[in-house]
């Protein structure tokens, strides 16, 4: 959840660690905004700083008490666990004789029990978190061995729960080390310096080149050497891989919010997941889905784990899935897969979808499938993360950093990534002609400029969503693929404008929610093609009816083309005409926009909404 970055230059590098550190820091405040803190190892020992709420606050202070050049340093943004947000609670967090500063990322579940044996030995607490435990377990360890390595070590095999942990010591000037356990730690690789960060973004402004840092594992970067042991003390030699993106692409751009550069992305979100994944003859080729075709084929049920959006995204895929591959599809949100005793086995494909590839709840429910004896495929948006690796499949979606809390490209991302999966199981299965298989392939390329023309024209919908600032409560309609839309629209803005908004499978109207219609109750609808299944198109169009005769004020989103909806429709938002499943990745947009578009005349920061951050890592 929190964001931590490290690193240590050589002395040449003229002292530039809190530069560095901050920057890391900026482009992490997704991760967490409750506080913020750096450590430093200057000349004269350590320096630390730190301050409650946004990153903003500790600049100021530290403009106003500058610190002292160094080479080497922590720095942390907080989102809450143990303890109020505030400055005490902040990290980092200080050895009792002064020497060892710690930043964390996690919760320490045993943390009740070492701070009663520490304040038993006669430690003095000033905080109310679980860090503040390892700082003072770091300093007691560090006296025993005289390494800070060799201190980290001991503590983390006495630390229960998740944690990722930096340490710098006064008497180390040109050391950071770090750990993890189930949370997440990468290293960046630099020329006389070197980096650590919860993700690649803490470091993208200085190298491309990355390390991955596997479970229980411990790692000292100096200026010239990365060195990594397990717990045990035996050496690891991690992985390494080239970041596909660079600085820039995490900047704004020139747009007022990183989210609404993130909904302008989603053209090339899409075309870029797409991007490579067929061979000469016009096969599918998913390079990265290295799981024997054998295996695939005899796959008799297929179950999505995710959290948020993410499971939205597979409810999407659901749909597509079945009805390509004629393979049942369950989606379960991953917070609750493991507890309810799920009937998994070697002929189940459990497909885990995560933007971070970090979510706990989901790192969770994939070991749990792997006991299981299940094939696990990762989705996911970020290299070098947790999930993949401990997947035996992973699919990438190349969406780029998605930096806003509210996700947008990411969720268009997985379902695409979604819908190649269906097909290729569809290819392999023999459940489509390859024709077909083409054709849907040529239809998704089209979705790019399609997903772009509903961003150039919606004028009308950031009109209608800032005329709507004083709103209460919006309620979402869909049908088939338009019931995940709906929820995930009513999900937006929950997220970022803080008012009552649900998402309701329209059939259900009748069977309950309609008793929350009254005068003036916006209502947005997500109208089926009338090319699409059924009599889907009626049903919602008499959906539309009901719920207007008692007083709804109605937002439609249809098919260009579709008149039927005219007359029941007080605001109507066209999209392009797109084939039934894949529709999804049109008529979601006008939905992002309107929730940052009504978040933004609220006055909102639609970038960090209250109580949220970007990747959860803990349970």
Known sequence: MCGIVGYVGAQQANGRALDVVMGGLARLEYRGYDSAGVALVTDDGLATAKKAGKLVNLTEQLEAHPMPPATAGIGHTRWATHGAPNDVNAHPHVSADGRIAVIHNGIIENFATLR????????????????????????????????????MRSVAKRLHGTFTLLAVHADAPDVVVGTRHDSPLVVGLGEGENF??????????????????????????????????DFDGAHVEPRRFTVDWDAAAAEKGGFASFMDKEIHDQPHAVADTLLGRTDTSGRLVLDEVRVDEAVLRQIDKIIVIACGTA??????????IEHWCRIPVEVELAHEFRYRDPVVNSKTLVVAVSQSGETMDTLMAVRHAREQGATVLAIVNTHGSTIPRESDAVLYTHAGPEVAVASTKAFLAQITAAYLLGLYLAQLRGTKFPDEIAQTLDELRELPEKIQAVIDGAGRVREVARSMADASSVLFLGRHVGYPVAMEGA?????????????????????????????????????????????LHSKVISNIQEIRARGARTLVIAEEGDTDVLPFADEAFFVPRTPTLLAPLVAVVPLQIFALELATAKGLDVDQPRNLAKSVTVE
């Open 116 to 151: 009663a044996e520490l304040e038993a030995a006669g430690t003095r607490m000033t905080s109310e978190t679980d860090t503040e435990v390892v700082a003072h377990l770091l300093g007691g360890a560090f006296e025993e061995v005289g390494d800070l390595t060799g201190a």
């Open 196 to 229: 650590l960060g919860s993700d690649v973004a803490a470091f993208i402004a200085h190298t491309r080149e990355a390390m991955e840092l596997g479970q229980d594992q411990v790692v000292t970067i100096t200026p010239d050497d990365v060195s990594v042991v």
């Open 311 to 320: 499971a939205y995204a597979g409810q999407v895929a659901k749909y597509a």
């Open 491 to 535: 999900l937006k803005l929950k997220e970022l404008a803080y008012i009552h908004a649900e998402g309701f499978a329209a059939g259900e109207l009748k069977h309950g929610p309609i008793a929350l219609i009254e005068e003036g109750q916006p209502v947005f609808i997500i109208v089926p093609s009338p090319r699409g299944r059924d009599s």
